[in-house]
């Protein structure tokens, strides 16, 4: 899962909002970070830009997410995040970076897990898991009432995952039902290269996607309502709920 620095600049935005310091967070996957130098230094400041470690399999990154000569390595995403005040846990179905918390969205998390955590990343996570309504309900769940979850899920990325996302999908899971509040929801061509924004309709059809576009959604947690399953808007509008 690869967090470049459109997402990272949506991330730490949360990030202040929150405020304070040792702020928990948990990111579906390793977050790669597809960062320069440059980036890092403008984002952060130099003092924490100064010397962060790359990743000893930088290369073997780069390859899987086909950005080979186009960045010196990656940066090490838990150093920075602890020079951030941030303490990282990553959760995944396997060890694959290192260090992950190993566990399988398709089934609900333990109560455990509940409301733990200050921020909640998925740079491209749920589309990957069978169940994938599961997998959002898990990692909504997951975040403390008056912290955050950045989303990215694919609107038109065929055969990256199992599926792509509508936008009526957040739109109506972070609601106030489930104890949310949508903040942000746009859409993304050339995420990892030179980032296009649009805007999404939340409910309305729409047609002419560009291939292998993205959307990234950012959600508040206002209180620790239970996140269920919702009913899709135009049918809740039916329904007269």
Request: charged share 20%; proline share 7%; with cysteine.
């Amino acid at each position: 899962m690869a967090a470049n620095r459109l997402f990272m600049e949506l991330f730490d935005h949360a990030r202040r909002l929150i405020g304070g310091s040792d702020l928990s967070v948990l990111s579906a996957g390793y977050p790669d970070l597809l960062l320069s130098p440059e980036d890092v230094a403008s984002l952060y400041g130099p003092e924490i830009a100064r010397d962060l470690p790359l990743r000893p399999d930088s290369e073997a990154i780069l390859r899987w997410h086909g950005m080979t000569g186009r960045l010196p390595g990656v940066f090490d995403t838990t150093e920075l995040f602890r020079r951030l005040g941030c303490r990282l846990d990553v959760i995944d179905l396997a060890e694959v970076r290192g260090g992950e918390l190993v566990a399988d969205l398709n089934y609900p998390l333990p109560a455990s897990w509940h409301g733990r955590f200050d921020l909640v990343m998925d740079t491209g996570t749920c589309e990957h898991v069978f169940n994938a309504g599961q997998a959002f309900i898990n990692l909504a769940s997951t975040v403390k009432p008056g912290g955050f979850i950045v989303q990215a899920v694919p609107l038109s990325s065929y055969n990256h995952g199992f599926y792509n996302v509508n936008p009526t999908l957040p739109a109506d899971f972070y609601c106030s039902d489930n104890g949310y509040e949508l903040a942000y929801l746009k859409g993304f061509i050339n995420m990892l290269t030179e980032p296009q924004q649009f805007d999404v309709p939340l409910h309305d059809r729409f047609r002419e996607v560009p291939d292998n576009a993205i959307m990234i959604a950012v959600a508040k947690r206002l209180n620790d309502s239970e996140v269920r399953p919702v009913v899709q808007f135009k049918y809740r509008l039916q329904l007269g709920k």
